[in-house]
């Protein structure tokens, strides 16, 4: 069954920055776009950034645009998110997800998600 494992969140002062992990099984990895979604406290869930499967192409939303790089390894079956120049308003549950479409759809729609890792961005 296809699963999906986030780690590396925590507690960092604002400016700093926080390497996210995401290890997937279950499914061929290196075949699906995937992306980090965020939710922060009593708000909707918020699509960070995608990636296509073989990582020639990446988009980001406005919100974490020049700071945020997603990544992948399909070898390792994992999916990154190097965070800098953190704010106190990325904090959120992030979590990765398995698209349903093709990258280059446009939609980022998912089928599979993991339970997500807490970041907490404060002084």
């Known amino acids: 069954q296809v699963q999906l494992v986030e780690s590396g969140g925590g507690l960092v002062q604002p400016g700093g920055s926080l390497r996210l992990s995401c290890a997937a099984s279950g499914f061929t990895f290196g075949a699906y776009s995937m992306s980090w979604v965020r939710q922060a406290p009593g708000k909707g869930p918020e699509w960070v950034s995608s990636i296509s499967p073989g990582a020639q192409s990446t988009r980001y939303a406005d919100s974490v645009k020049g700071r945020f790089t997603i990544s992948r390894d399909n070898a390792k079956n994992t999916l990154y998110l190097q965070m800098n120049s953190l704010l106190p308003e990325d904090t959120a549950l992030y979590y990765c997800?398995?698209?349903?479409?093709?990258?280059?759809?446009?939609?980022?729609?998912?089928?599979?998600r993991g339970q997500g890792t807490q970041v907490t961005v404060s002084s």
């Open positions: 997800s398995k698209n349903q479409r093709n990258y280059y759809s446009g939609d980022d729609s998912y089928d599979y």
